[in-house]
């Protein structure tokens, strides 16, 4: 005799007739309520992530009298709410292609003509007059005095230069010293080579920021604190063996066939590197050079120890002047400065989504 | 003559191999190794050698003295709050969010399609890829003491509350462990989402078909396959709490007074803001010290020999 | 050919000789230099005019200069640092004095002056004042006070000031003080009458009877104001025998206990180092508190412009008024507190005298008496109070006749970082980490850990 079935935990005899339908319907319900369960607490917890942000362009593109108020932000919420609703209304309701891609269009429709009619005059962009105008301080309020000859801040371009400057060269350094030296160690044999993987091991997880101290002093003693260019170079250094790392897992994924046929195809090993391993890794430099470069974008500490005299600004410096304003803050100012910041980061961010799962910390147990 | 010819020939491209090997050397791992031997070795004994003198705000050295390890040990009645306080943060935030929300994190949104799932997973990246000066900026901004803040205008209805919430000044340890913390969870996730993703489908469906349900699925299947991510997160987490102190710093100061003045946070205020850089030094090697022997511990983590592929290729 | 050659060269030479003779023979004019000299000023809605004077001043100079007949031109170019408080950006200066990218002038605080001498930053003037006195002498004699070090002087300096309690009178008549009352705060304040204790008496009464949220407010950041608070309470942090940081655990512990009260009554709101300053200042000008702790210079730069209070003497005193810092005990002396701001020179700068005479020109009559009224500050030299502008400028008025019983922040080198210790452990009890002896004791232990030469009773 059979074992009595067991489904989700309903018993059957053998003999009595199972009532399937009944328990298909119960078995969906259940799946839709947990589904429903999911949906609502992992909306629940994202909550306080998604409305902050929106917050922040909601001022960045209304705020008039320099005041972070919400009116346009929950105005927005109630148009965006029950859109995104039935947009997911809609996908579960369709019952073929052609319905579902006519209720997003018509729910689209009303969505923006309902936002135009709510918001769409509350919009305006003279919070970004900081893009043009770099005394935009004086232009935004009026102060008691002006002082001949000094702009509060200076031009964002210029911060957005250095930024660009910090972040673009230490991505390149990063990348080109790190795939040198993890092809080397993945690939060569020398006798130091088993401690230096050991050094490497210890060396990506220090904890680079208590070194902080010290490399202050040390920059003072060189010369080269308060320049881009020891900024640059404590970045690069602190980012190094992180990334070796990283790399060293892509360079140890590559099948050795590739390289001994090249060689034996007559290439020298550097032509090897160059032209034929280099271009199997292309995921790895990608991830490594998208990551270094918002590591470098968004760097706050570094620059704001080691630049004393603040004739080099740099973006997270210019936001957080901005922000503690002495002399009045303009919270749309500032939150138009804050999307400007944040718009560099998120285009790279959604643009490396798919590397950031790729990445393997390579060689982790388990 | 040919032979001879041929053992020339021989030993003029062992040479050049030779030359060839230790150019390739100095070409490939040499920039490596000298910025890291300027920029790792170097600070860590100049930090050594600063603990031990008097160097402060004039960045003049005038003696050398053990007074900095005294005060460590003897005279600052600031520390063991300051250690108390770093042993709460780091180990509340690592147990509620980094390894715990994490971990819900994983499960919820690999129960669901790929796409739900990674909307909110990439929702949860946003705090750790938003600029650290514009992530505070928010918090402070919902944390705003006043009508305008974001919290107070949710709170205060659904609470009834007459006066807004000052967070800052009534619970600001817990405002940091929540500020790091939705920071924290989002590499727990990534790395619980790529090992979920990694146990075999057919054990679930096995799973299923035995009887188990939702949490019973979970307690045998998902949890044993990430023990060691979860020790791994663990491990690492640890590390970077206890010595970052950026989100801390630009949102509280480490005020108000020491409350959440981490140890980091606490090395960065007597060096940089009160200008003893002698005894912030001596208070940094503690935290060099840490660093190192836990790097050492998460050795534990990685499989050596694997790491040590030995290469196959002997050319030059 | 060689004729050609030769007649070119002759040419040539009948050029340049003839050239060189004429550049002979005519005047020797002489070669233009121009000095640059930076001058590092904080970013202060209160004072935009004191680095623009010196920029005004360096055209005077150079007519003077011309004059002279000297080929030497001043040009300043102005570096604005965003430092929140002058003792944020004293701090900023020293490190950026030590790491040798120190500015040629400097606008700062008077108690951080001898901070700079110590460490060999600032330029010691009094020869260059005895050399240059037309711009000097009529400067007020108590002033010099603030800019004396051990060994001399290191500044000049740009502006006084009064700090005192504000207080609104609507919001006391709304709590149920009689008009006789009010007005006779002032008077009662300075016989001594009026008391510390007794502001936390009014502002609790105020609070909970008027409309009002806030009792006594006082700055968020580090600063000198509530320090009157100390002095009330005996604290004068200087030994007069030997130049020393006194502290004096007791009274500490009575001055930060009249701030544990204040908080306990829910007078002073806990927060209050950690909000913002626009925010304190709307909460006591739009009438939400009824004592604000801060100075003269407020009143030029945000109650008459931004929040529209009242422009003349009696339209301003029907609803508004400030008192004297009360004493702590009935019979006691009331107070005052006066913080110049100074200009200086730094050490290594390339023209000390050039410079000195840039900063004589800034401090000219006029030039002070436009930054004196339009944002109340008091000003300099006695010829000021025969401008009619200064004159006709009834705060400063006013606020002369607290500086008889005005008092200086001590100029000790340490004093600055001491007055970090100070707002630390304020914050402390403020926020109720601290009780007013805790704070005491914390003060004491900072200070005798991170600063030298402390003595402590």
């Known amino acids: 005799m059979a074992a009595p079935l067991t489904f989700n935990g309903i018993h059957s005899s053998p003999t009595a007739p199972v009532d399937w339908d009944r328990m298909a319907a119960r078995a969906r319900s259940m799946r839709r309520s947990k589904a429903v369960a999911l949906y609502a607490f992992l909306i629940a917890v994202s909550l306080p992530i998604i409305l902050p942000y929106f917050w922040l362009v909601t001022i960045a593109f209304s705020a008039r009298t320099g005041v972070a108020d919400t009116v346009v932000l929950w105005r927005s919420v109630a148009v965006l709410a029950p859109a995104v609703i039935a947009f997911w209304l809609a996908a579960v309701l369709a019952r073929n292609r ?21 918001v769409g005059p509350d919009l ?134 590739i390289e001994m046929s090249a060689l034996t195809d007559g290439a020298s090993r550097r032509q090897a590197f160059l032209l034929v391993v280099l271009p199997q890794v292309r995921n790895g430099l990608l991830a490594v050079a998208v990551f270094t470069f918002i590591r470098g974008w968004e760097e706050y500490i570094f620059v704001f120890t080691f630049l004393i005299r603040n004739t080099n600004w740099t973006m997270s410096l210019y936001m957080y002047y901005v922000r503690d304003d002495v002399m009045g803050v303009d919270y749309g100012v500032v939150s138009a400065v804050g999307v400007f910041y944040l718009v560099p980061s998120l285009i790279l961010y959604v643009a490396a989504q798919r590397y950031l799962m790729q990445m393997s910390i390579g060689g982790v147990k388990g | ?219 045998f299947i998902t949890l044993p396959a990430l023990r060691w991510p979860i020790s791994f997160v663990t491990i690492y987490q640890t590390l970077s709490l206890l010595v970052s102190f950026e989100y801390i710093l630009l949102l509280t100061k480490g005020g108000p007074f020491y409350d959440t003045t981490v140890f980091a946070l606490y090395v960065y205020r007597r060096a940089f803001t009160s200008g003893q850089y002698g005894y912030g030094a001596a208070l940094a090697l503690f935290l060099i010290v840490i660093g190192a022997a836990a790097a050492l511990l998460g050795w534990r983590f990685f499989d050596f020999k694997r790491l040590l592929q030995h290469p196959r290729i002997e050319v030059h | 050919m060689r004729h050609v050659k030769t007649a070119m060269a002759a040419l040539l030479l009948a050029a340049l000789g003839g050239g060189s003779a004429a550049i002979f023979v005519s005047a020797p004019a002489p070669a233009q230099t121009t000095v640059k000299l930076e001058l590092w000023s904080r970013q202060d809605p209160s004072g935009p005019l004191r680095p623009a004077n010196v ?232 009438g939400n508190a009824a004592f604000w702790m801060y100075g003269i210079w407020d009143l030029g730069t945000y109650a008459f412009p931004t929040y529209g209070l009242p422009k003349d003497e009696a339209g301003f005193f029907a609803d508004w008024g400030w008192i004297a810092a009360p004493p702590a005990k009935k019979g006691g002396q009331a107070g005052s507190l006066t913080h110049p701001i100074i200009y200086a020179v730094a050490a290594r700068v390339a023209d000390p005298e050039l410079a000195v005479r840039l900063l004589g020109h800034a401090s000219d009559a006029d030039l002070n008496t436009d930054h004196a009224v339009t944002t109340t500050h008091l000003g300099i030299k006695s010829e000021q109070l025969k401008d009619p502008r200064y004159a006709g400028a009834w705060p400063l008025a006013r606020a002369t006749e607290l500086l008889k019983i005005t008092k200086f922040l001590p100029n000790n080198p340490q004093f600055g970082d001491l007055n970090g210790i100070i707002y630390t452990a304020l914050q402390g009890v403020e926020t109720g980490r601290l009780s007013g002896q805790q704070a005491a004791d914390f003060v004491v232990d900072e200070a005798t850990s991170s600063l030298k030469d402390v003595i402590v009773k």
């Open chain 1, 124 to 257: 305006h962009l003279r919070n970004f007059i900081f893009l043009v105008e770099p005394d935009f301080a004086s232009v935004v309020r009026s102060r008691v005095g002006a002082v001949h000859g000094a702009i509060q801040f200076p031009s964002v371009w210029r911060a957005f230069g250095n930024s660009l400057l910090i972040a673009g060269s230490q991505t390149i350094v990063v990348l080109t010293v790190a795939s040198l030296a993890a092809y080397y160690l993945s690939r060569f044999q020398f006798p130091a080579r088993a401690a230096m993987l050991r050094s490497l091991l210890i060396l990506h997880a220090f904890p680079v920021l208590t070194l902080i101290v010290p490399m202050f002093l040390m920059l003072y003693w060189i010369g080269l604190l308060d320049t881009l260019f020891g900024v640059i170079c404590v970045l690069v250094a602190f980012e190094l063996p992180f990334a070796i790392f990283i790399m060293k897992g892509f360079f140890d994924a590559v099948p050795w066939d």
């Open chain 3, 55 to 286: 920029v005004k001043a360096a055209d005077r100079l150079n007519k003077e200069l011309a004059a002279e007949g000297s080929g030497k031109r001043v040009k300043v170019a102005v570096h604005e640092s965003p430092a929140p408080g002058f003792d944020d950006d004293a701090l900023q200066l020293l490190k950026v004095f030590g790491i040798g990218q120190g500015p040629d002038l400097f606008i700062a605080a008077h108690e951080w002056i001898c901070a700079f001498q110590q460490e060999g930053f600032a330029l010691k003037l009094d020869d260059y004042i005895a050399k240059y006195p037309q711009y000097f002498t009529t400067i007020f004699p108590s002033l010099w006070q603030s800019v004396k070090c051990s060994d001399g002087i290191y500044g000049i300096p740009q502006d006084a000031e009064a700090r005192m309690f504000f207080y609104n009178k609507k919001l006391l008549r709304e709590a149920g003080y009689d008009d006789a009352f009010i007005e006779a705060m002032p008077a009662r304040t300075l016989s001594g009458e009026l008391t510390m204790d007794d502001v936390i008496d009014i502002a609790n009464r105020v609070i909970n009877k008027a409309k009002a949220q806030y009792g006594i407010l006082h700055r968020p950041n580090k600063g000198p104001d509530y320090i009157m608070a100390f002095q009330s309470y005996g604290n004068n942090f200087l030994d007069p025998g030997t130049g020393k940081l006194l502290l004096e655990r007791d009274k500490l512990a009575a001055a930060f206990g009249w701030f544990e009260r204040g908080v306990k009554q829910g007078v002073i709101p806990a927060n209050n180092t950690s909000m913002e300053f626009d925010a304190l200042r709307k909460a006591f000008y739009t």
């Open chain 1, 98 to 118: 052609r319905q579902l891609w006519l209720g997003l269009t018509a729910i689209a429709l009303a969505a923006t003509a309902a936002f135009a009619w709510l």
């Open chain 2, 1 to 219: 003559m040919s032979a001879v010819t041929d053992l020339a020939v021989e030993r003029r491209y062992r040479a050049a191999s030779a030359v060839r090997r230790r150019t390739n050397f100095v070409l490939f791992l040499g920039p490596a190794i000298a910025l890291t031997f300027l920029f790792f070795v170097i600070p860590v004994l100049i930090d050594i050698a600063v603990s031990f003198t008097d160097l402060d705000r004039t960045l003049r050295i005038s003696k050398f003295t053990t007074e900095q390890y005294q005060k460590v040990f003897r005279g600052d009645s600031r520390l063991p709050q300051v250690i108390g306080l770093t042993v709460v943060y780091v180990f509340g935030t690592l147990a509620i969010f980094n390894v715990t929300f994490g971990l819900v994190l994983a499960l919820t949104t690999t129960s669901l399609n790929k796409v739900s799932g990674g909307f909110f997973r990439g929702v949860w990246l946003l705090p750790r890829m938003s600029p650290s000066v514009l992530y505070i900026l928010l918090w402070l901004w919902v944390i705003n003491p006043s009508d305008v803040g974001l919290l107070n205008q949710f709170l205060m209805p659904a609470l009834g509350l007459a006066r807004p919430l000052d967070l800052m000044t009534s619970a600001p340890v817990a405002l940091i462990i929540i500020a790091n913390g939705f920071i924290g969870a989002s590499l727990g996730m990534i790395i619980f989402t790529a090992a979920i993703r990694g146990i075999p489908e057919h054990l679930f469906y096995a799973a299923e078909v035995d009887g188990a349900g939702t949490l019973a699925k979970i307690r």
